[in-house]
């Protein structure tokens, strides 16, 4: 018989239980935070504009980082959070 | 960080015989392909009597998974590696690096692959019998080296569940991130221990991780051109273009062979004066091709070997010593010097991290 430790580690529960789920993005307040990657300039205006029209949103926010790699200033990004429900964020290329 | 916390206790899996485990760990994913040995109470029990700390506390969690990193499940893929448990106190060290706030792990698992790279220095590396000499980034024979980085990469695997395809998205992987440490060499080196430059005591030994990009190796031939020249080779390293490629926090490691140290050391050079030599001469270039804070000027890149001039400008940054750290390691070569450059950029946190290595009392 061989006893075996598993190596494997789990997500800890506490923090899972946080979590909270969204119903439905339909009719909530949205957030939108975007890199400004050059190559998704077009997409993304257009992205932003689709979703809202299938989403109907009681309000939206807009959050443009000015650089591709750093974070979003995190004093923006309290104030971005406290005045929605989600965010839609776009990342990479 | 969360060192007071306390985890569940790891699950036991019991098979019928040692015929099963090969199958075993590729079913159930335990292993990044290479093979492993089988974590048994009995070994994984042997460490954690060795290091006298609770099985169920929790250094913190592994990014991307977020799984918690307890001394247990360390434990149980220090086991897997082949570690001695002398070795755990370095591996734990190591996980604190990982977890520290300021370490970009999240920026690890980009589409850059990078991996990471673990110094160890102090009186540890001979303690553990580090192998520092001839191809001392491997393969080498060294046990230390081997397994203490080969547990690293199992924790990410297994603990931060980094598994491509699924929660990382690199888009080339790199073959250092199998097994990437070593140990600073000691007899041969003129200077202490590179972990100085964090304000850890030279007395003390410590691991230094990096977020590791490029991997170079540069050879300086201190007979023929001279020391000096040898500083104008080793600063060029750093502007090859690609190195890194834009803003943020930088920091690259240089590793020296023991005749280039001595060289520099005879001629009267620190390794504080050493790395501002370097700085002084080199140069970071970054290709303006994204939307990022660029360092330095816009220029045109003046190159008049190729045939075809890039188009667009490139952004010329100075380098500061303190984005240079040099250790010492490798094997001797009466006329040549031999280095390794290792690069890293980030924009958040630090390319690196130093963590002193708690031994038990």
Known sequence: ?93 | MHKTAMAQKAEVHRLESADEFTEFVYEHGWTDGLPVFPPTRKVVGEMLEYLRRDPEEVLGTIFPADGEATIENIVANCAMAGCLPQYAPVVLAAVEALVDPEFPINTTQSTGSASIFTLVSGPVVNDLKFHTREWIFGPNGGRANATIGRAIRLILWNIGRAHPGKLIKGTMGHPTAWSYCIGEERELAPWGPMHTDFGIDAADSAVTVMKAGEHSQLAVPINTVGLNECITLLARGIGRVGLSTSGGQRGYIYVINPTLAQAFAQAGYTRNQLRAAIAERARKYSYDWQNDQKQGAAAPFPDPYTKTPSERPMFVAPVTPDEIHVAVGGGQAPQMGQCVSISSRSSVGKPMVAKKIRFPA
């Open chain 1, 1 to 93: 018989m061989l006893e075996l430790v598993s190596p494997i580690g789990y997500p800890r529960m506490q923090s899972q239980a946080q979590r909270r789920s969204l119903e439905t993005p339909i009719g909530r307040r949205v957030g939108f935070i975007w890199n400004q990657y050059p190559v998704t300039k077009g997409f993304w205006q257009r992205f932003e504009s689709a979703f809202e029209e299938l989403s109907s949103p009681l309000a939206v926010e807009r959050a443009y980082k000015n650089n591709t790699w750093a974070p979003l200033d995190a004093k923006k990004f309290e104030q971005v959070a406290a005045a929605v429900d989600y965010f839609i964020v776009g990342v990479g290329a």
